[in-house]
């Protein structure tokens, strides 16, 4: 059964202070691994997929990387508006959708 | 704003009673999923809708159904309420068959009293 535990459960940063969240995953052939932001009570946002050990993606403050049991998302001088759930799940290969596996997230707060 | 609706925003019942939870996708996405997030739950799978037809189920009830209509809206329906279903449901919805993005919805949250 695919897998995906992500570590912490919650951060909290101050301001500027760089940190990386993980996610760890188990799957039966991976397809692609994607991060979500979730704000409260809002759907998740969609940031990043990876498909292969190796690969890396930035969008401003955020880089993602993946290696062949876990993704990082590395969070660079982050600022207040950073301050939401991160979510990481997994797609298996040849499965189709419903094979996609969501952790349960991190929960960052950025203090000002 | 991802392009996707869902209708009603937040949605009080009692045990029992059955809901309709709506979804419009994305323009000329015709890919639909369903989710539930329940506290301490990661998102699960529920249903997945392509062009109209069903593609695959996940871990739905059976107390639950969904259809995806010919203007590619998207109906949930939640039957026989219990205190368990209250949740988060959200819907998501995908260009293609192959393309991986999904765009989620704000989201319906349920309350089952």
């Known amino acids: 059964e695919d897998q995906v535990t992500q570590s912490p459960e919650a951060l909290r940063l101050q301001e500027g202070e760089s940190s990386s969240l993980n996610c760890s995953y188990t799957v039966s052939g991976l397809r692609g691994l994607f991060w979500y932001r979730q704000d409260p009570g809002k759907g998740p946002e969609f940031l990043f997929t990876l498909y292969s050990a190796g690969e890396e993606k930035e969008k401003e403050r955020l880089k993602a990387t993946l290696t062949k049991k876990e993704s990082f998302l590395h969070i660079t001088a982050p600022k207040p508006e950073d301050s939401a759930t991160y979510l990481c799940?997994?797609?298996?290969?040849?499965?189709?959708?419903?094979?996609?596996?969501f952790g349960t997230g991190t929960k960052l707060q950025v203090i000002p | 704003d991802s392009g996707v609706t869902q209708t009603p925003k937040h949605l009080i019942t009692a045990t029992g009673q059955r809901v309709t939870l709506r979804c419009s996708p994305r323009?000329?996405?015709?890919?639909v999923y369903w989710y539930q997030q329940s506290l301490d739950q990661g998102l699960q799978f529920l249903i997945h809708y392509y062009n109209g037809e069903e593609r695959a189920k996940g871990n739905i009830l059976e107390r639950f159904s969904a259809q995806q209509f010919p203007d590619l809206h998207s109906e949930l329906n939640l039957s026989s309420l219990e205190l368990g279903d209250s949740a988060l449901y959200f819907c998501a919805s995908r260009t293609g068959i192959n393309t991986d993005t999904q765009y989620f919805g704000p989201g319906t949250r349920l309350t089952v009293l």
């Open positions: 799940a997994v797609q298996a290969r040849g499965g189709g959708y419903q094979k996609v596996t």
């Open positions: 323009s000329g996405d015709l890919s």
